[in-house]
């Protein structure tokens, strides 16, 4: 019996399999390195993944495990990475090279002959955002709504609101905020209050301290706050800037103009303040918090007013977030048959972005 040919490729199918094969290198030259970024650490541990990127002394790695450990610095014997990546430095500089290795303490980037050293704790940033480059602001913020209605022997309706928006730059920042409570008991409205306050901060370049000014118009008809409004400066200093405890602080002085439905109406200058407290501490996605802003006259000793709000906000869906918050607001000056503490409890759900 005779032996089956081998099949014989014709001209046009083997020019076709080489395109093919061609085009299949072609691909995964395009597609980049797959070699994992590579950190050692000075204990020995090593650790496989994506450098992405680098903030406050720490690098920030995405792993299978994890999408973002983050690293001190310190802790880092060796790096590797063949991703290309813009670099910003302590003193400004922004480079972009591949390879990048870190040993001994110092970042070497380029390969040969165009391999140059740099201190790799003067690293502040991998792959900046424009806003850090000075170019342009990072906007961020939260707008959430709470509402509760009851029917029966009481018909109760309470709608509780909050906007907060903040544009960010590398030498400034600007704040608005509107809070209010709209409430009404069988058909009779029983409180309507709203804050609205706008900030503008100039950071000192290479320090924590930053001066600013603030604007705020407050509103209580059933605390007989027809308008309280003030502005005046204010000096502020970061005290915390990790995820794990920020802290902002600021002390200034004001002017503050009250108008009353049925009190005299008053106006005196008077010493501000603002405590900006947060924590990631039960994890990156869920933030604990504690708000406060005080106001203290100096020609009368009862014009003393604190709003503090302390709360836990935690992520649901997508960029949509709940959030348990107490509100404490104490007037030492309220008028007569008006209470000075008021607390209240609230729940809501917002977007934040």
Same mark, same amino acid.
């Given at each position: 019996? =005779? ?15 080489? &395109?093919? $094969?061609?085009?299949?290198?072609? +691909?995964?030259?395009? =597609? ?7 950190? *050692? ?26 999408? =973002?450990?983050? %690293? ?15 670099? *910003?430095?302590?003193? #400004? ?33 991998? !792959? ?13 913020? @939260? ?6 209605? $009851? ?5 109760? +309706?309470? @709608? ?14 600007? +704040? @608005?905020?509107? %809070? ?9 409205? !029983? ?22 000014? !603030? ?7 059933? $605390? ?26 600021? #002390?200034? %002085? ?22 900006? $407290? ?6 990156? !996605? ?22 503090? &709000? ?5 992520? @649901? %869906? ?24 008021? *607390? ?10």
């Amino acid at each position: 019996m =005779a032996k089956p040919h081998a099949p014989v490729l014709s001209p046009l199918m083997t020019v076709a399999c080489a &395109t093919l $094969a061609c085009a299949a290198l072609a +691909s995964a030259a395009a =597609a980049g390195p797959t070699t994992p970024d590579r950190v *050692q650490l000075k204990d020995g541990s090593v650790l496989f993944g994506t450098v992405v990127d680098a903030d406050d002394g720490k690098v920030i790695m995405k792993t299978a495990f994890a999408e =973002a450990v983050k %690293i001190p610095q310190a802790m880092i014997e060796s790096l590797r990475t063949e991703t290309p990546m813009r670099l *910003q430095f302590a003193d #400004g500089r922004v480079l972009e090279s591949s390879p990048i290795v870190v040993r001994d303490e110092q970042l070497f980037l380029g390969r040969g002959a165009e391999e140059a050293s740099y201190s790799f704790v003067d690293l502040v940033r991998v !792959n900046p955002e424009p806003w850090e480059l000075g170019e342009g602001y990072r906007w961020t913020g @939260l707008a959430s709504a709470g509402l509760s209605l $009851a029917q029966g022997n009481t018909e109760n +309706s309470e @709608l509780d609101y909050k906007a907060e928006s903040t544009w960010t730059g590398l030498h400034d920042r600007f +704040s @608005l905020s509107l %809070i209010g409570e709209y409430d009404e008991v069988n058909g009779r409205k !029983n409180a309507q209050n709203w804050i609205a306050r706008g900030k503008y901060d100039q950071f000192l370049n290479g320090s924590p301290w930053y001066t600013g000014a !603030n604007l705020s118009f407050e509103q209580d008809e059933f $605390a007989d706050t027809e308008l309280r409004s003030y502005v005046g400066p204010y000096l502020g200093r970061k005290v915390f800037t990790d995820p794990l405890l920020t802290l902002e602080a600021e #002390g200034g %002085i004001a002017y503050v103009w009250e108008e009353f439905f049925v009190a005299e109406d008053n106006d005196y200058p008077a010493a501000t303040w603002t405590l900006t $407290a947060s924590s990631d501490y039960l994890g990156d !996605n869920t933030r604990l918090y504690f708000n406060q802003t005080g106001l203290w006259g100096f020609t009368d000793e009862g014009d003393v007013l604190l709003n503090s &709000t302390a709360g836990l906000s935690f992520p @649901l %869906i997508l960029n949509i977030e709940g959030s348990a918050e107490v509100i404490w607001k104490y007037d030492l000056g309220a008028v007569e048959n008006v209470e000075k503490l008021d *607390q209240t409890y609230r729940f809501r759900l917002g977007y934040r972005w």
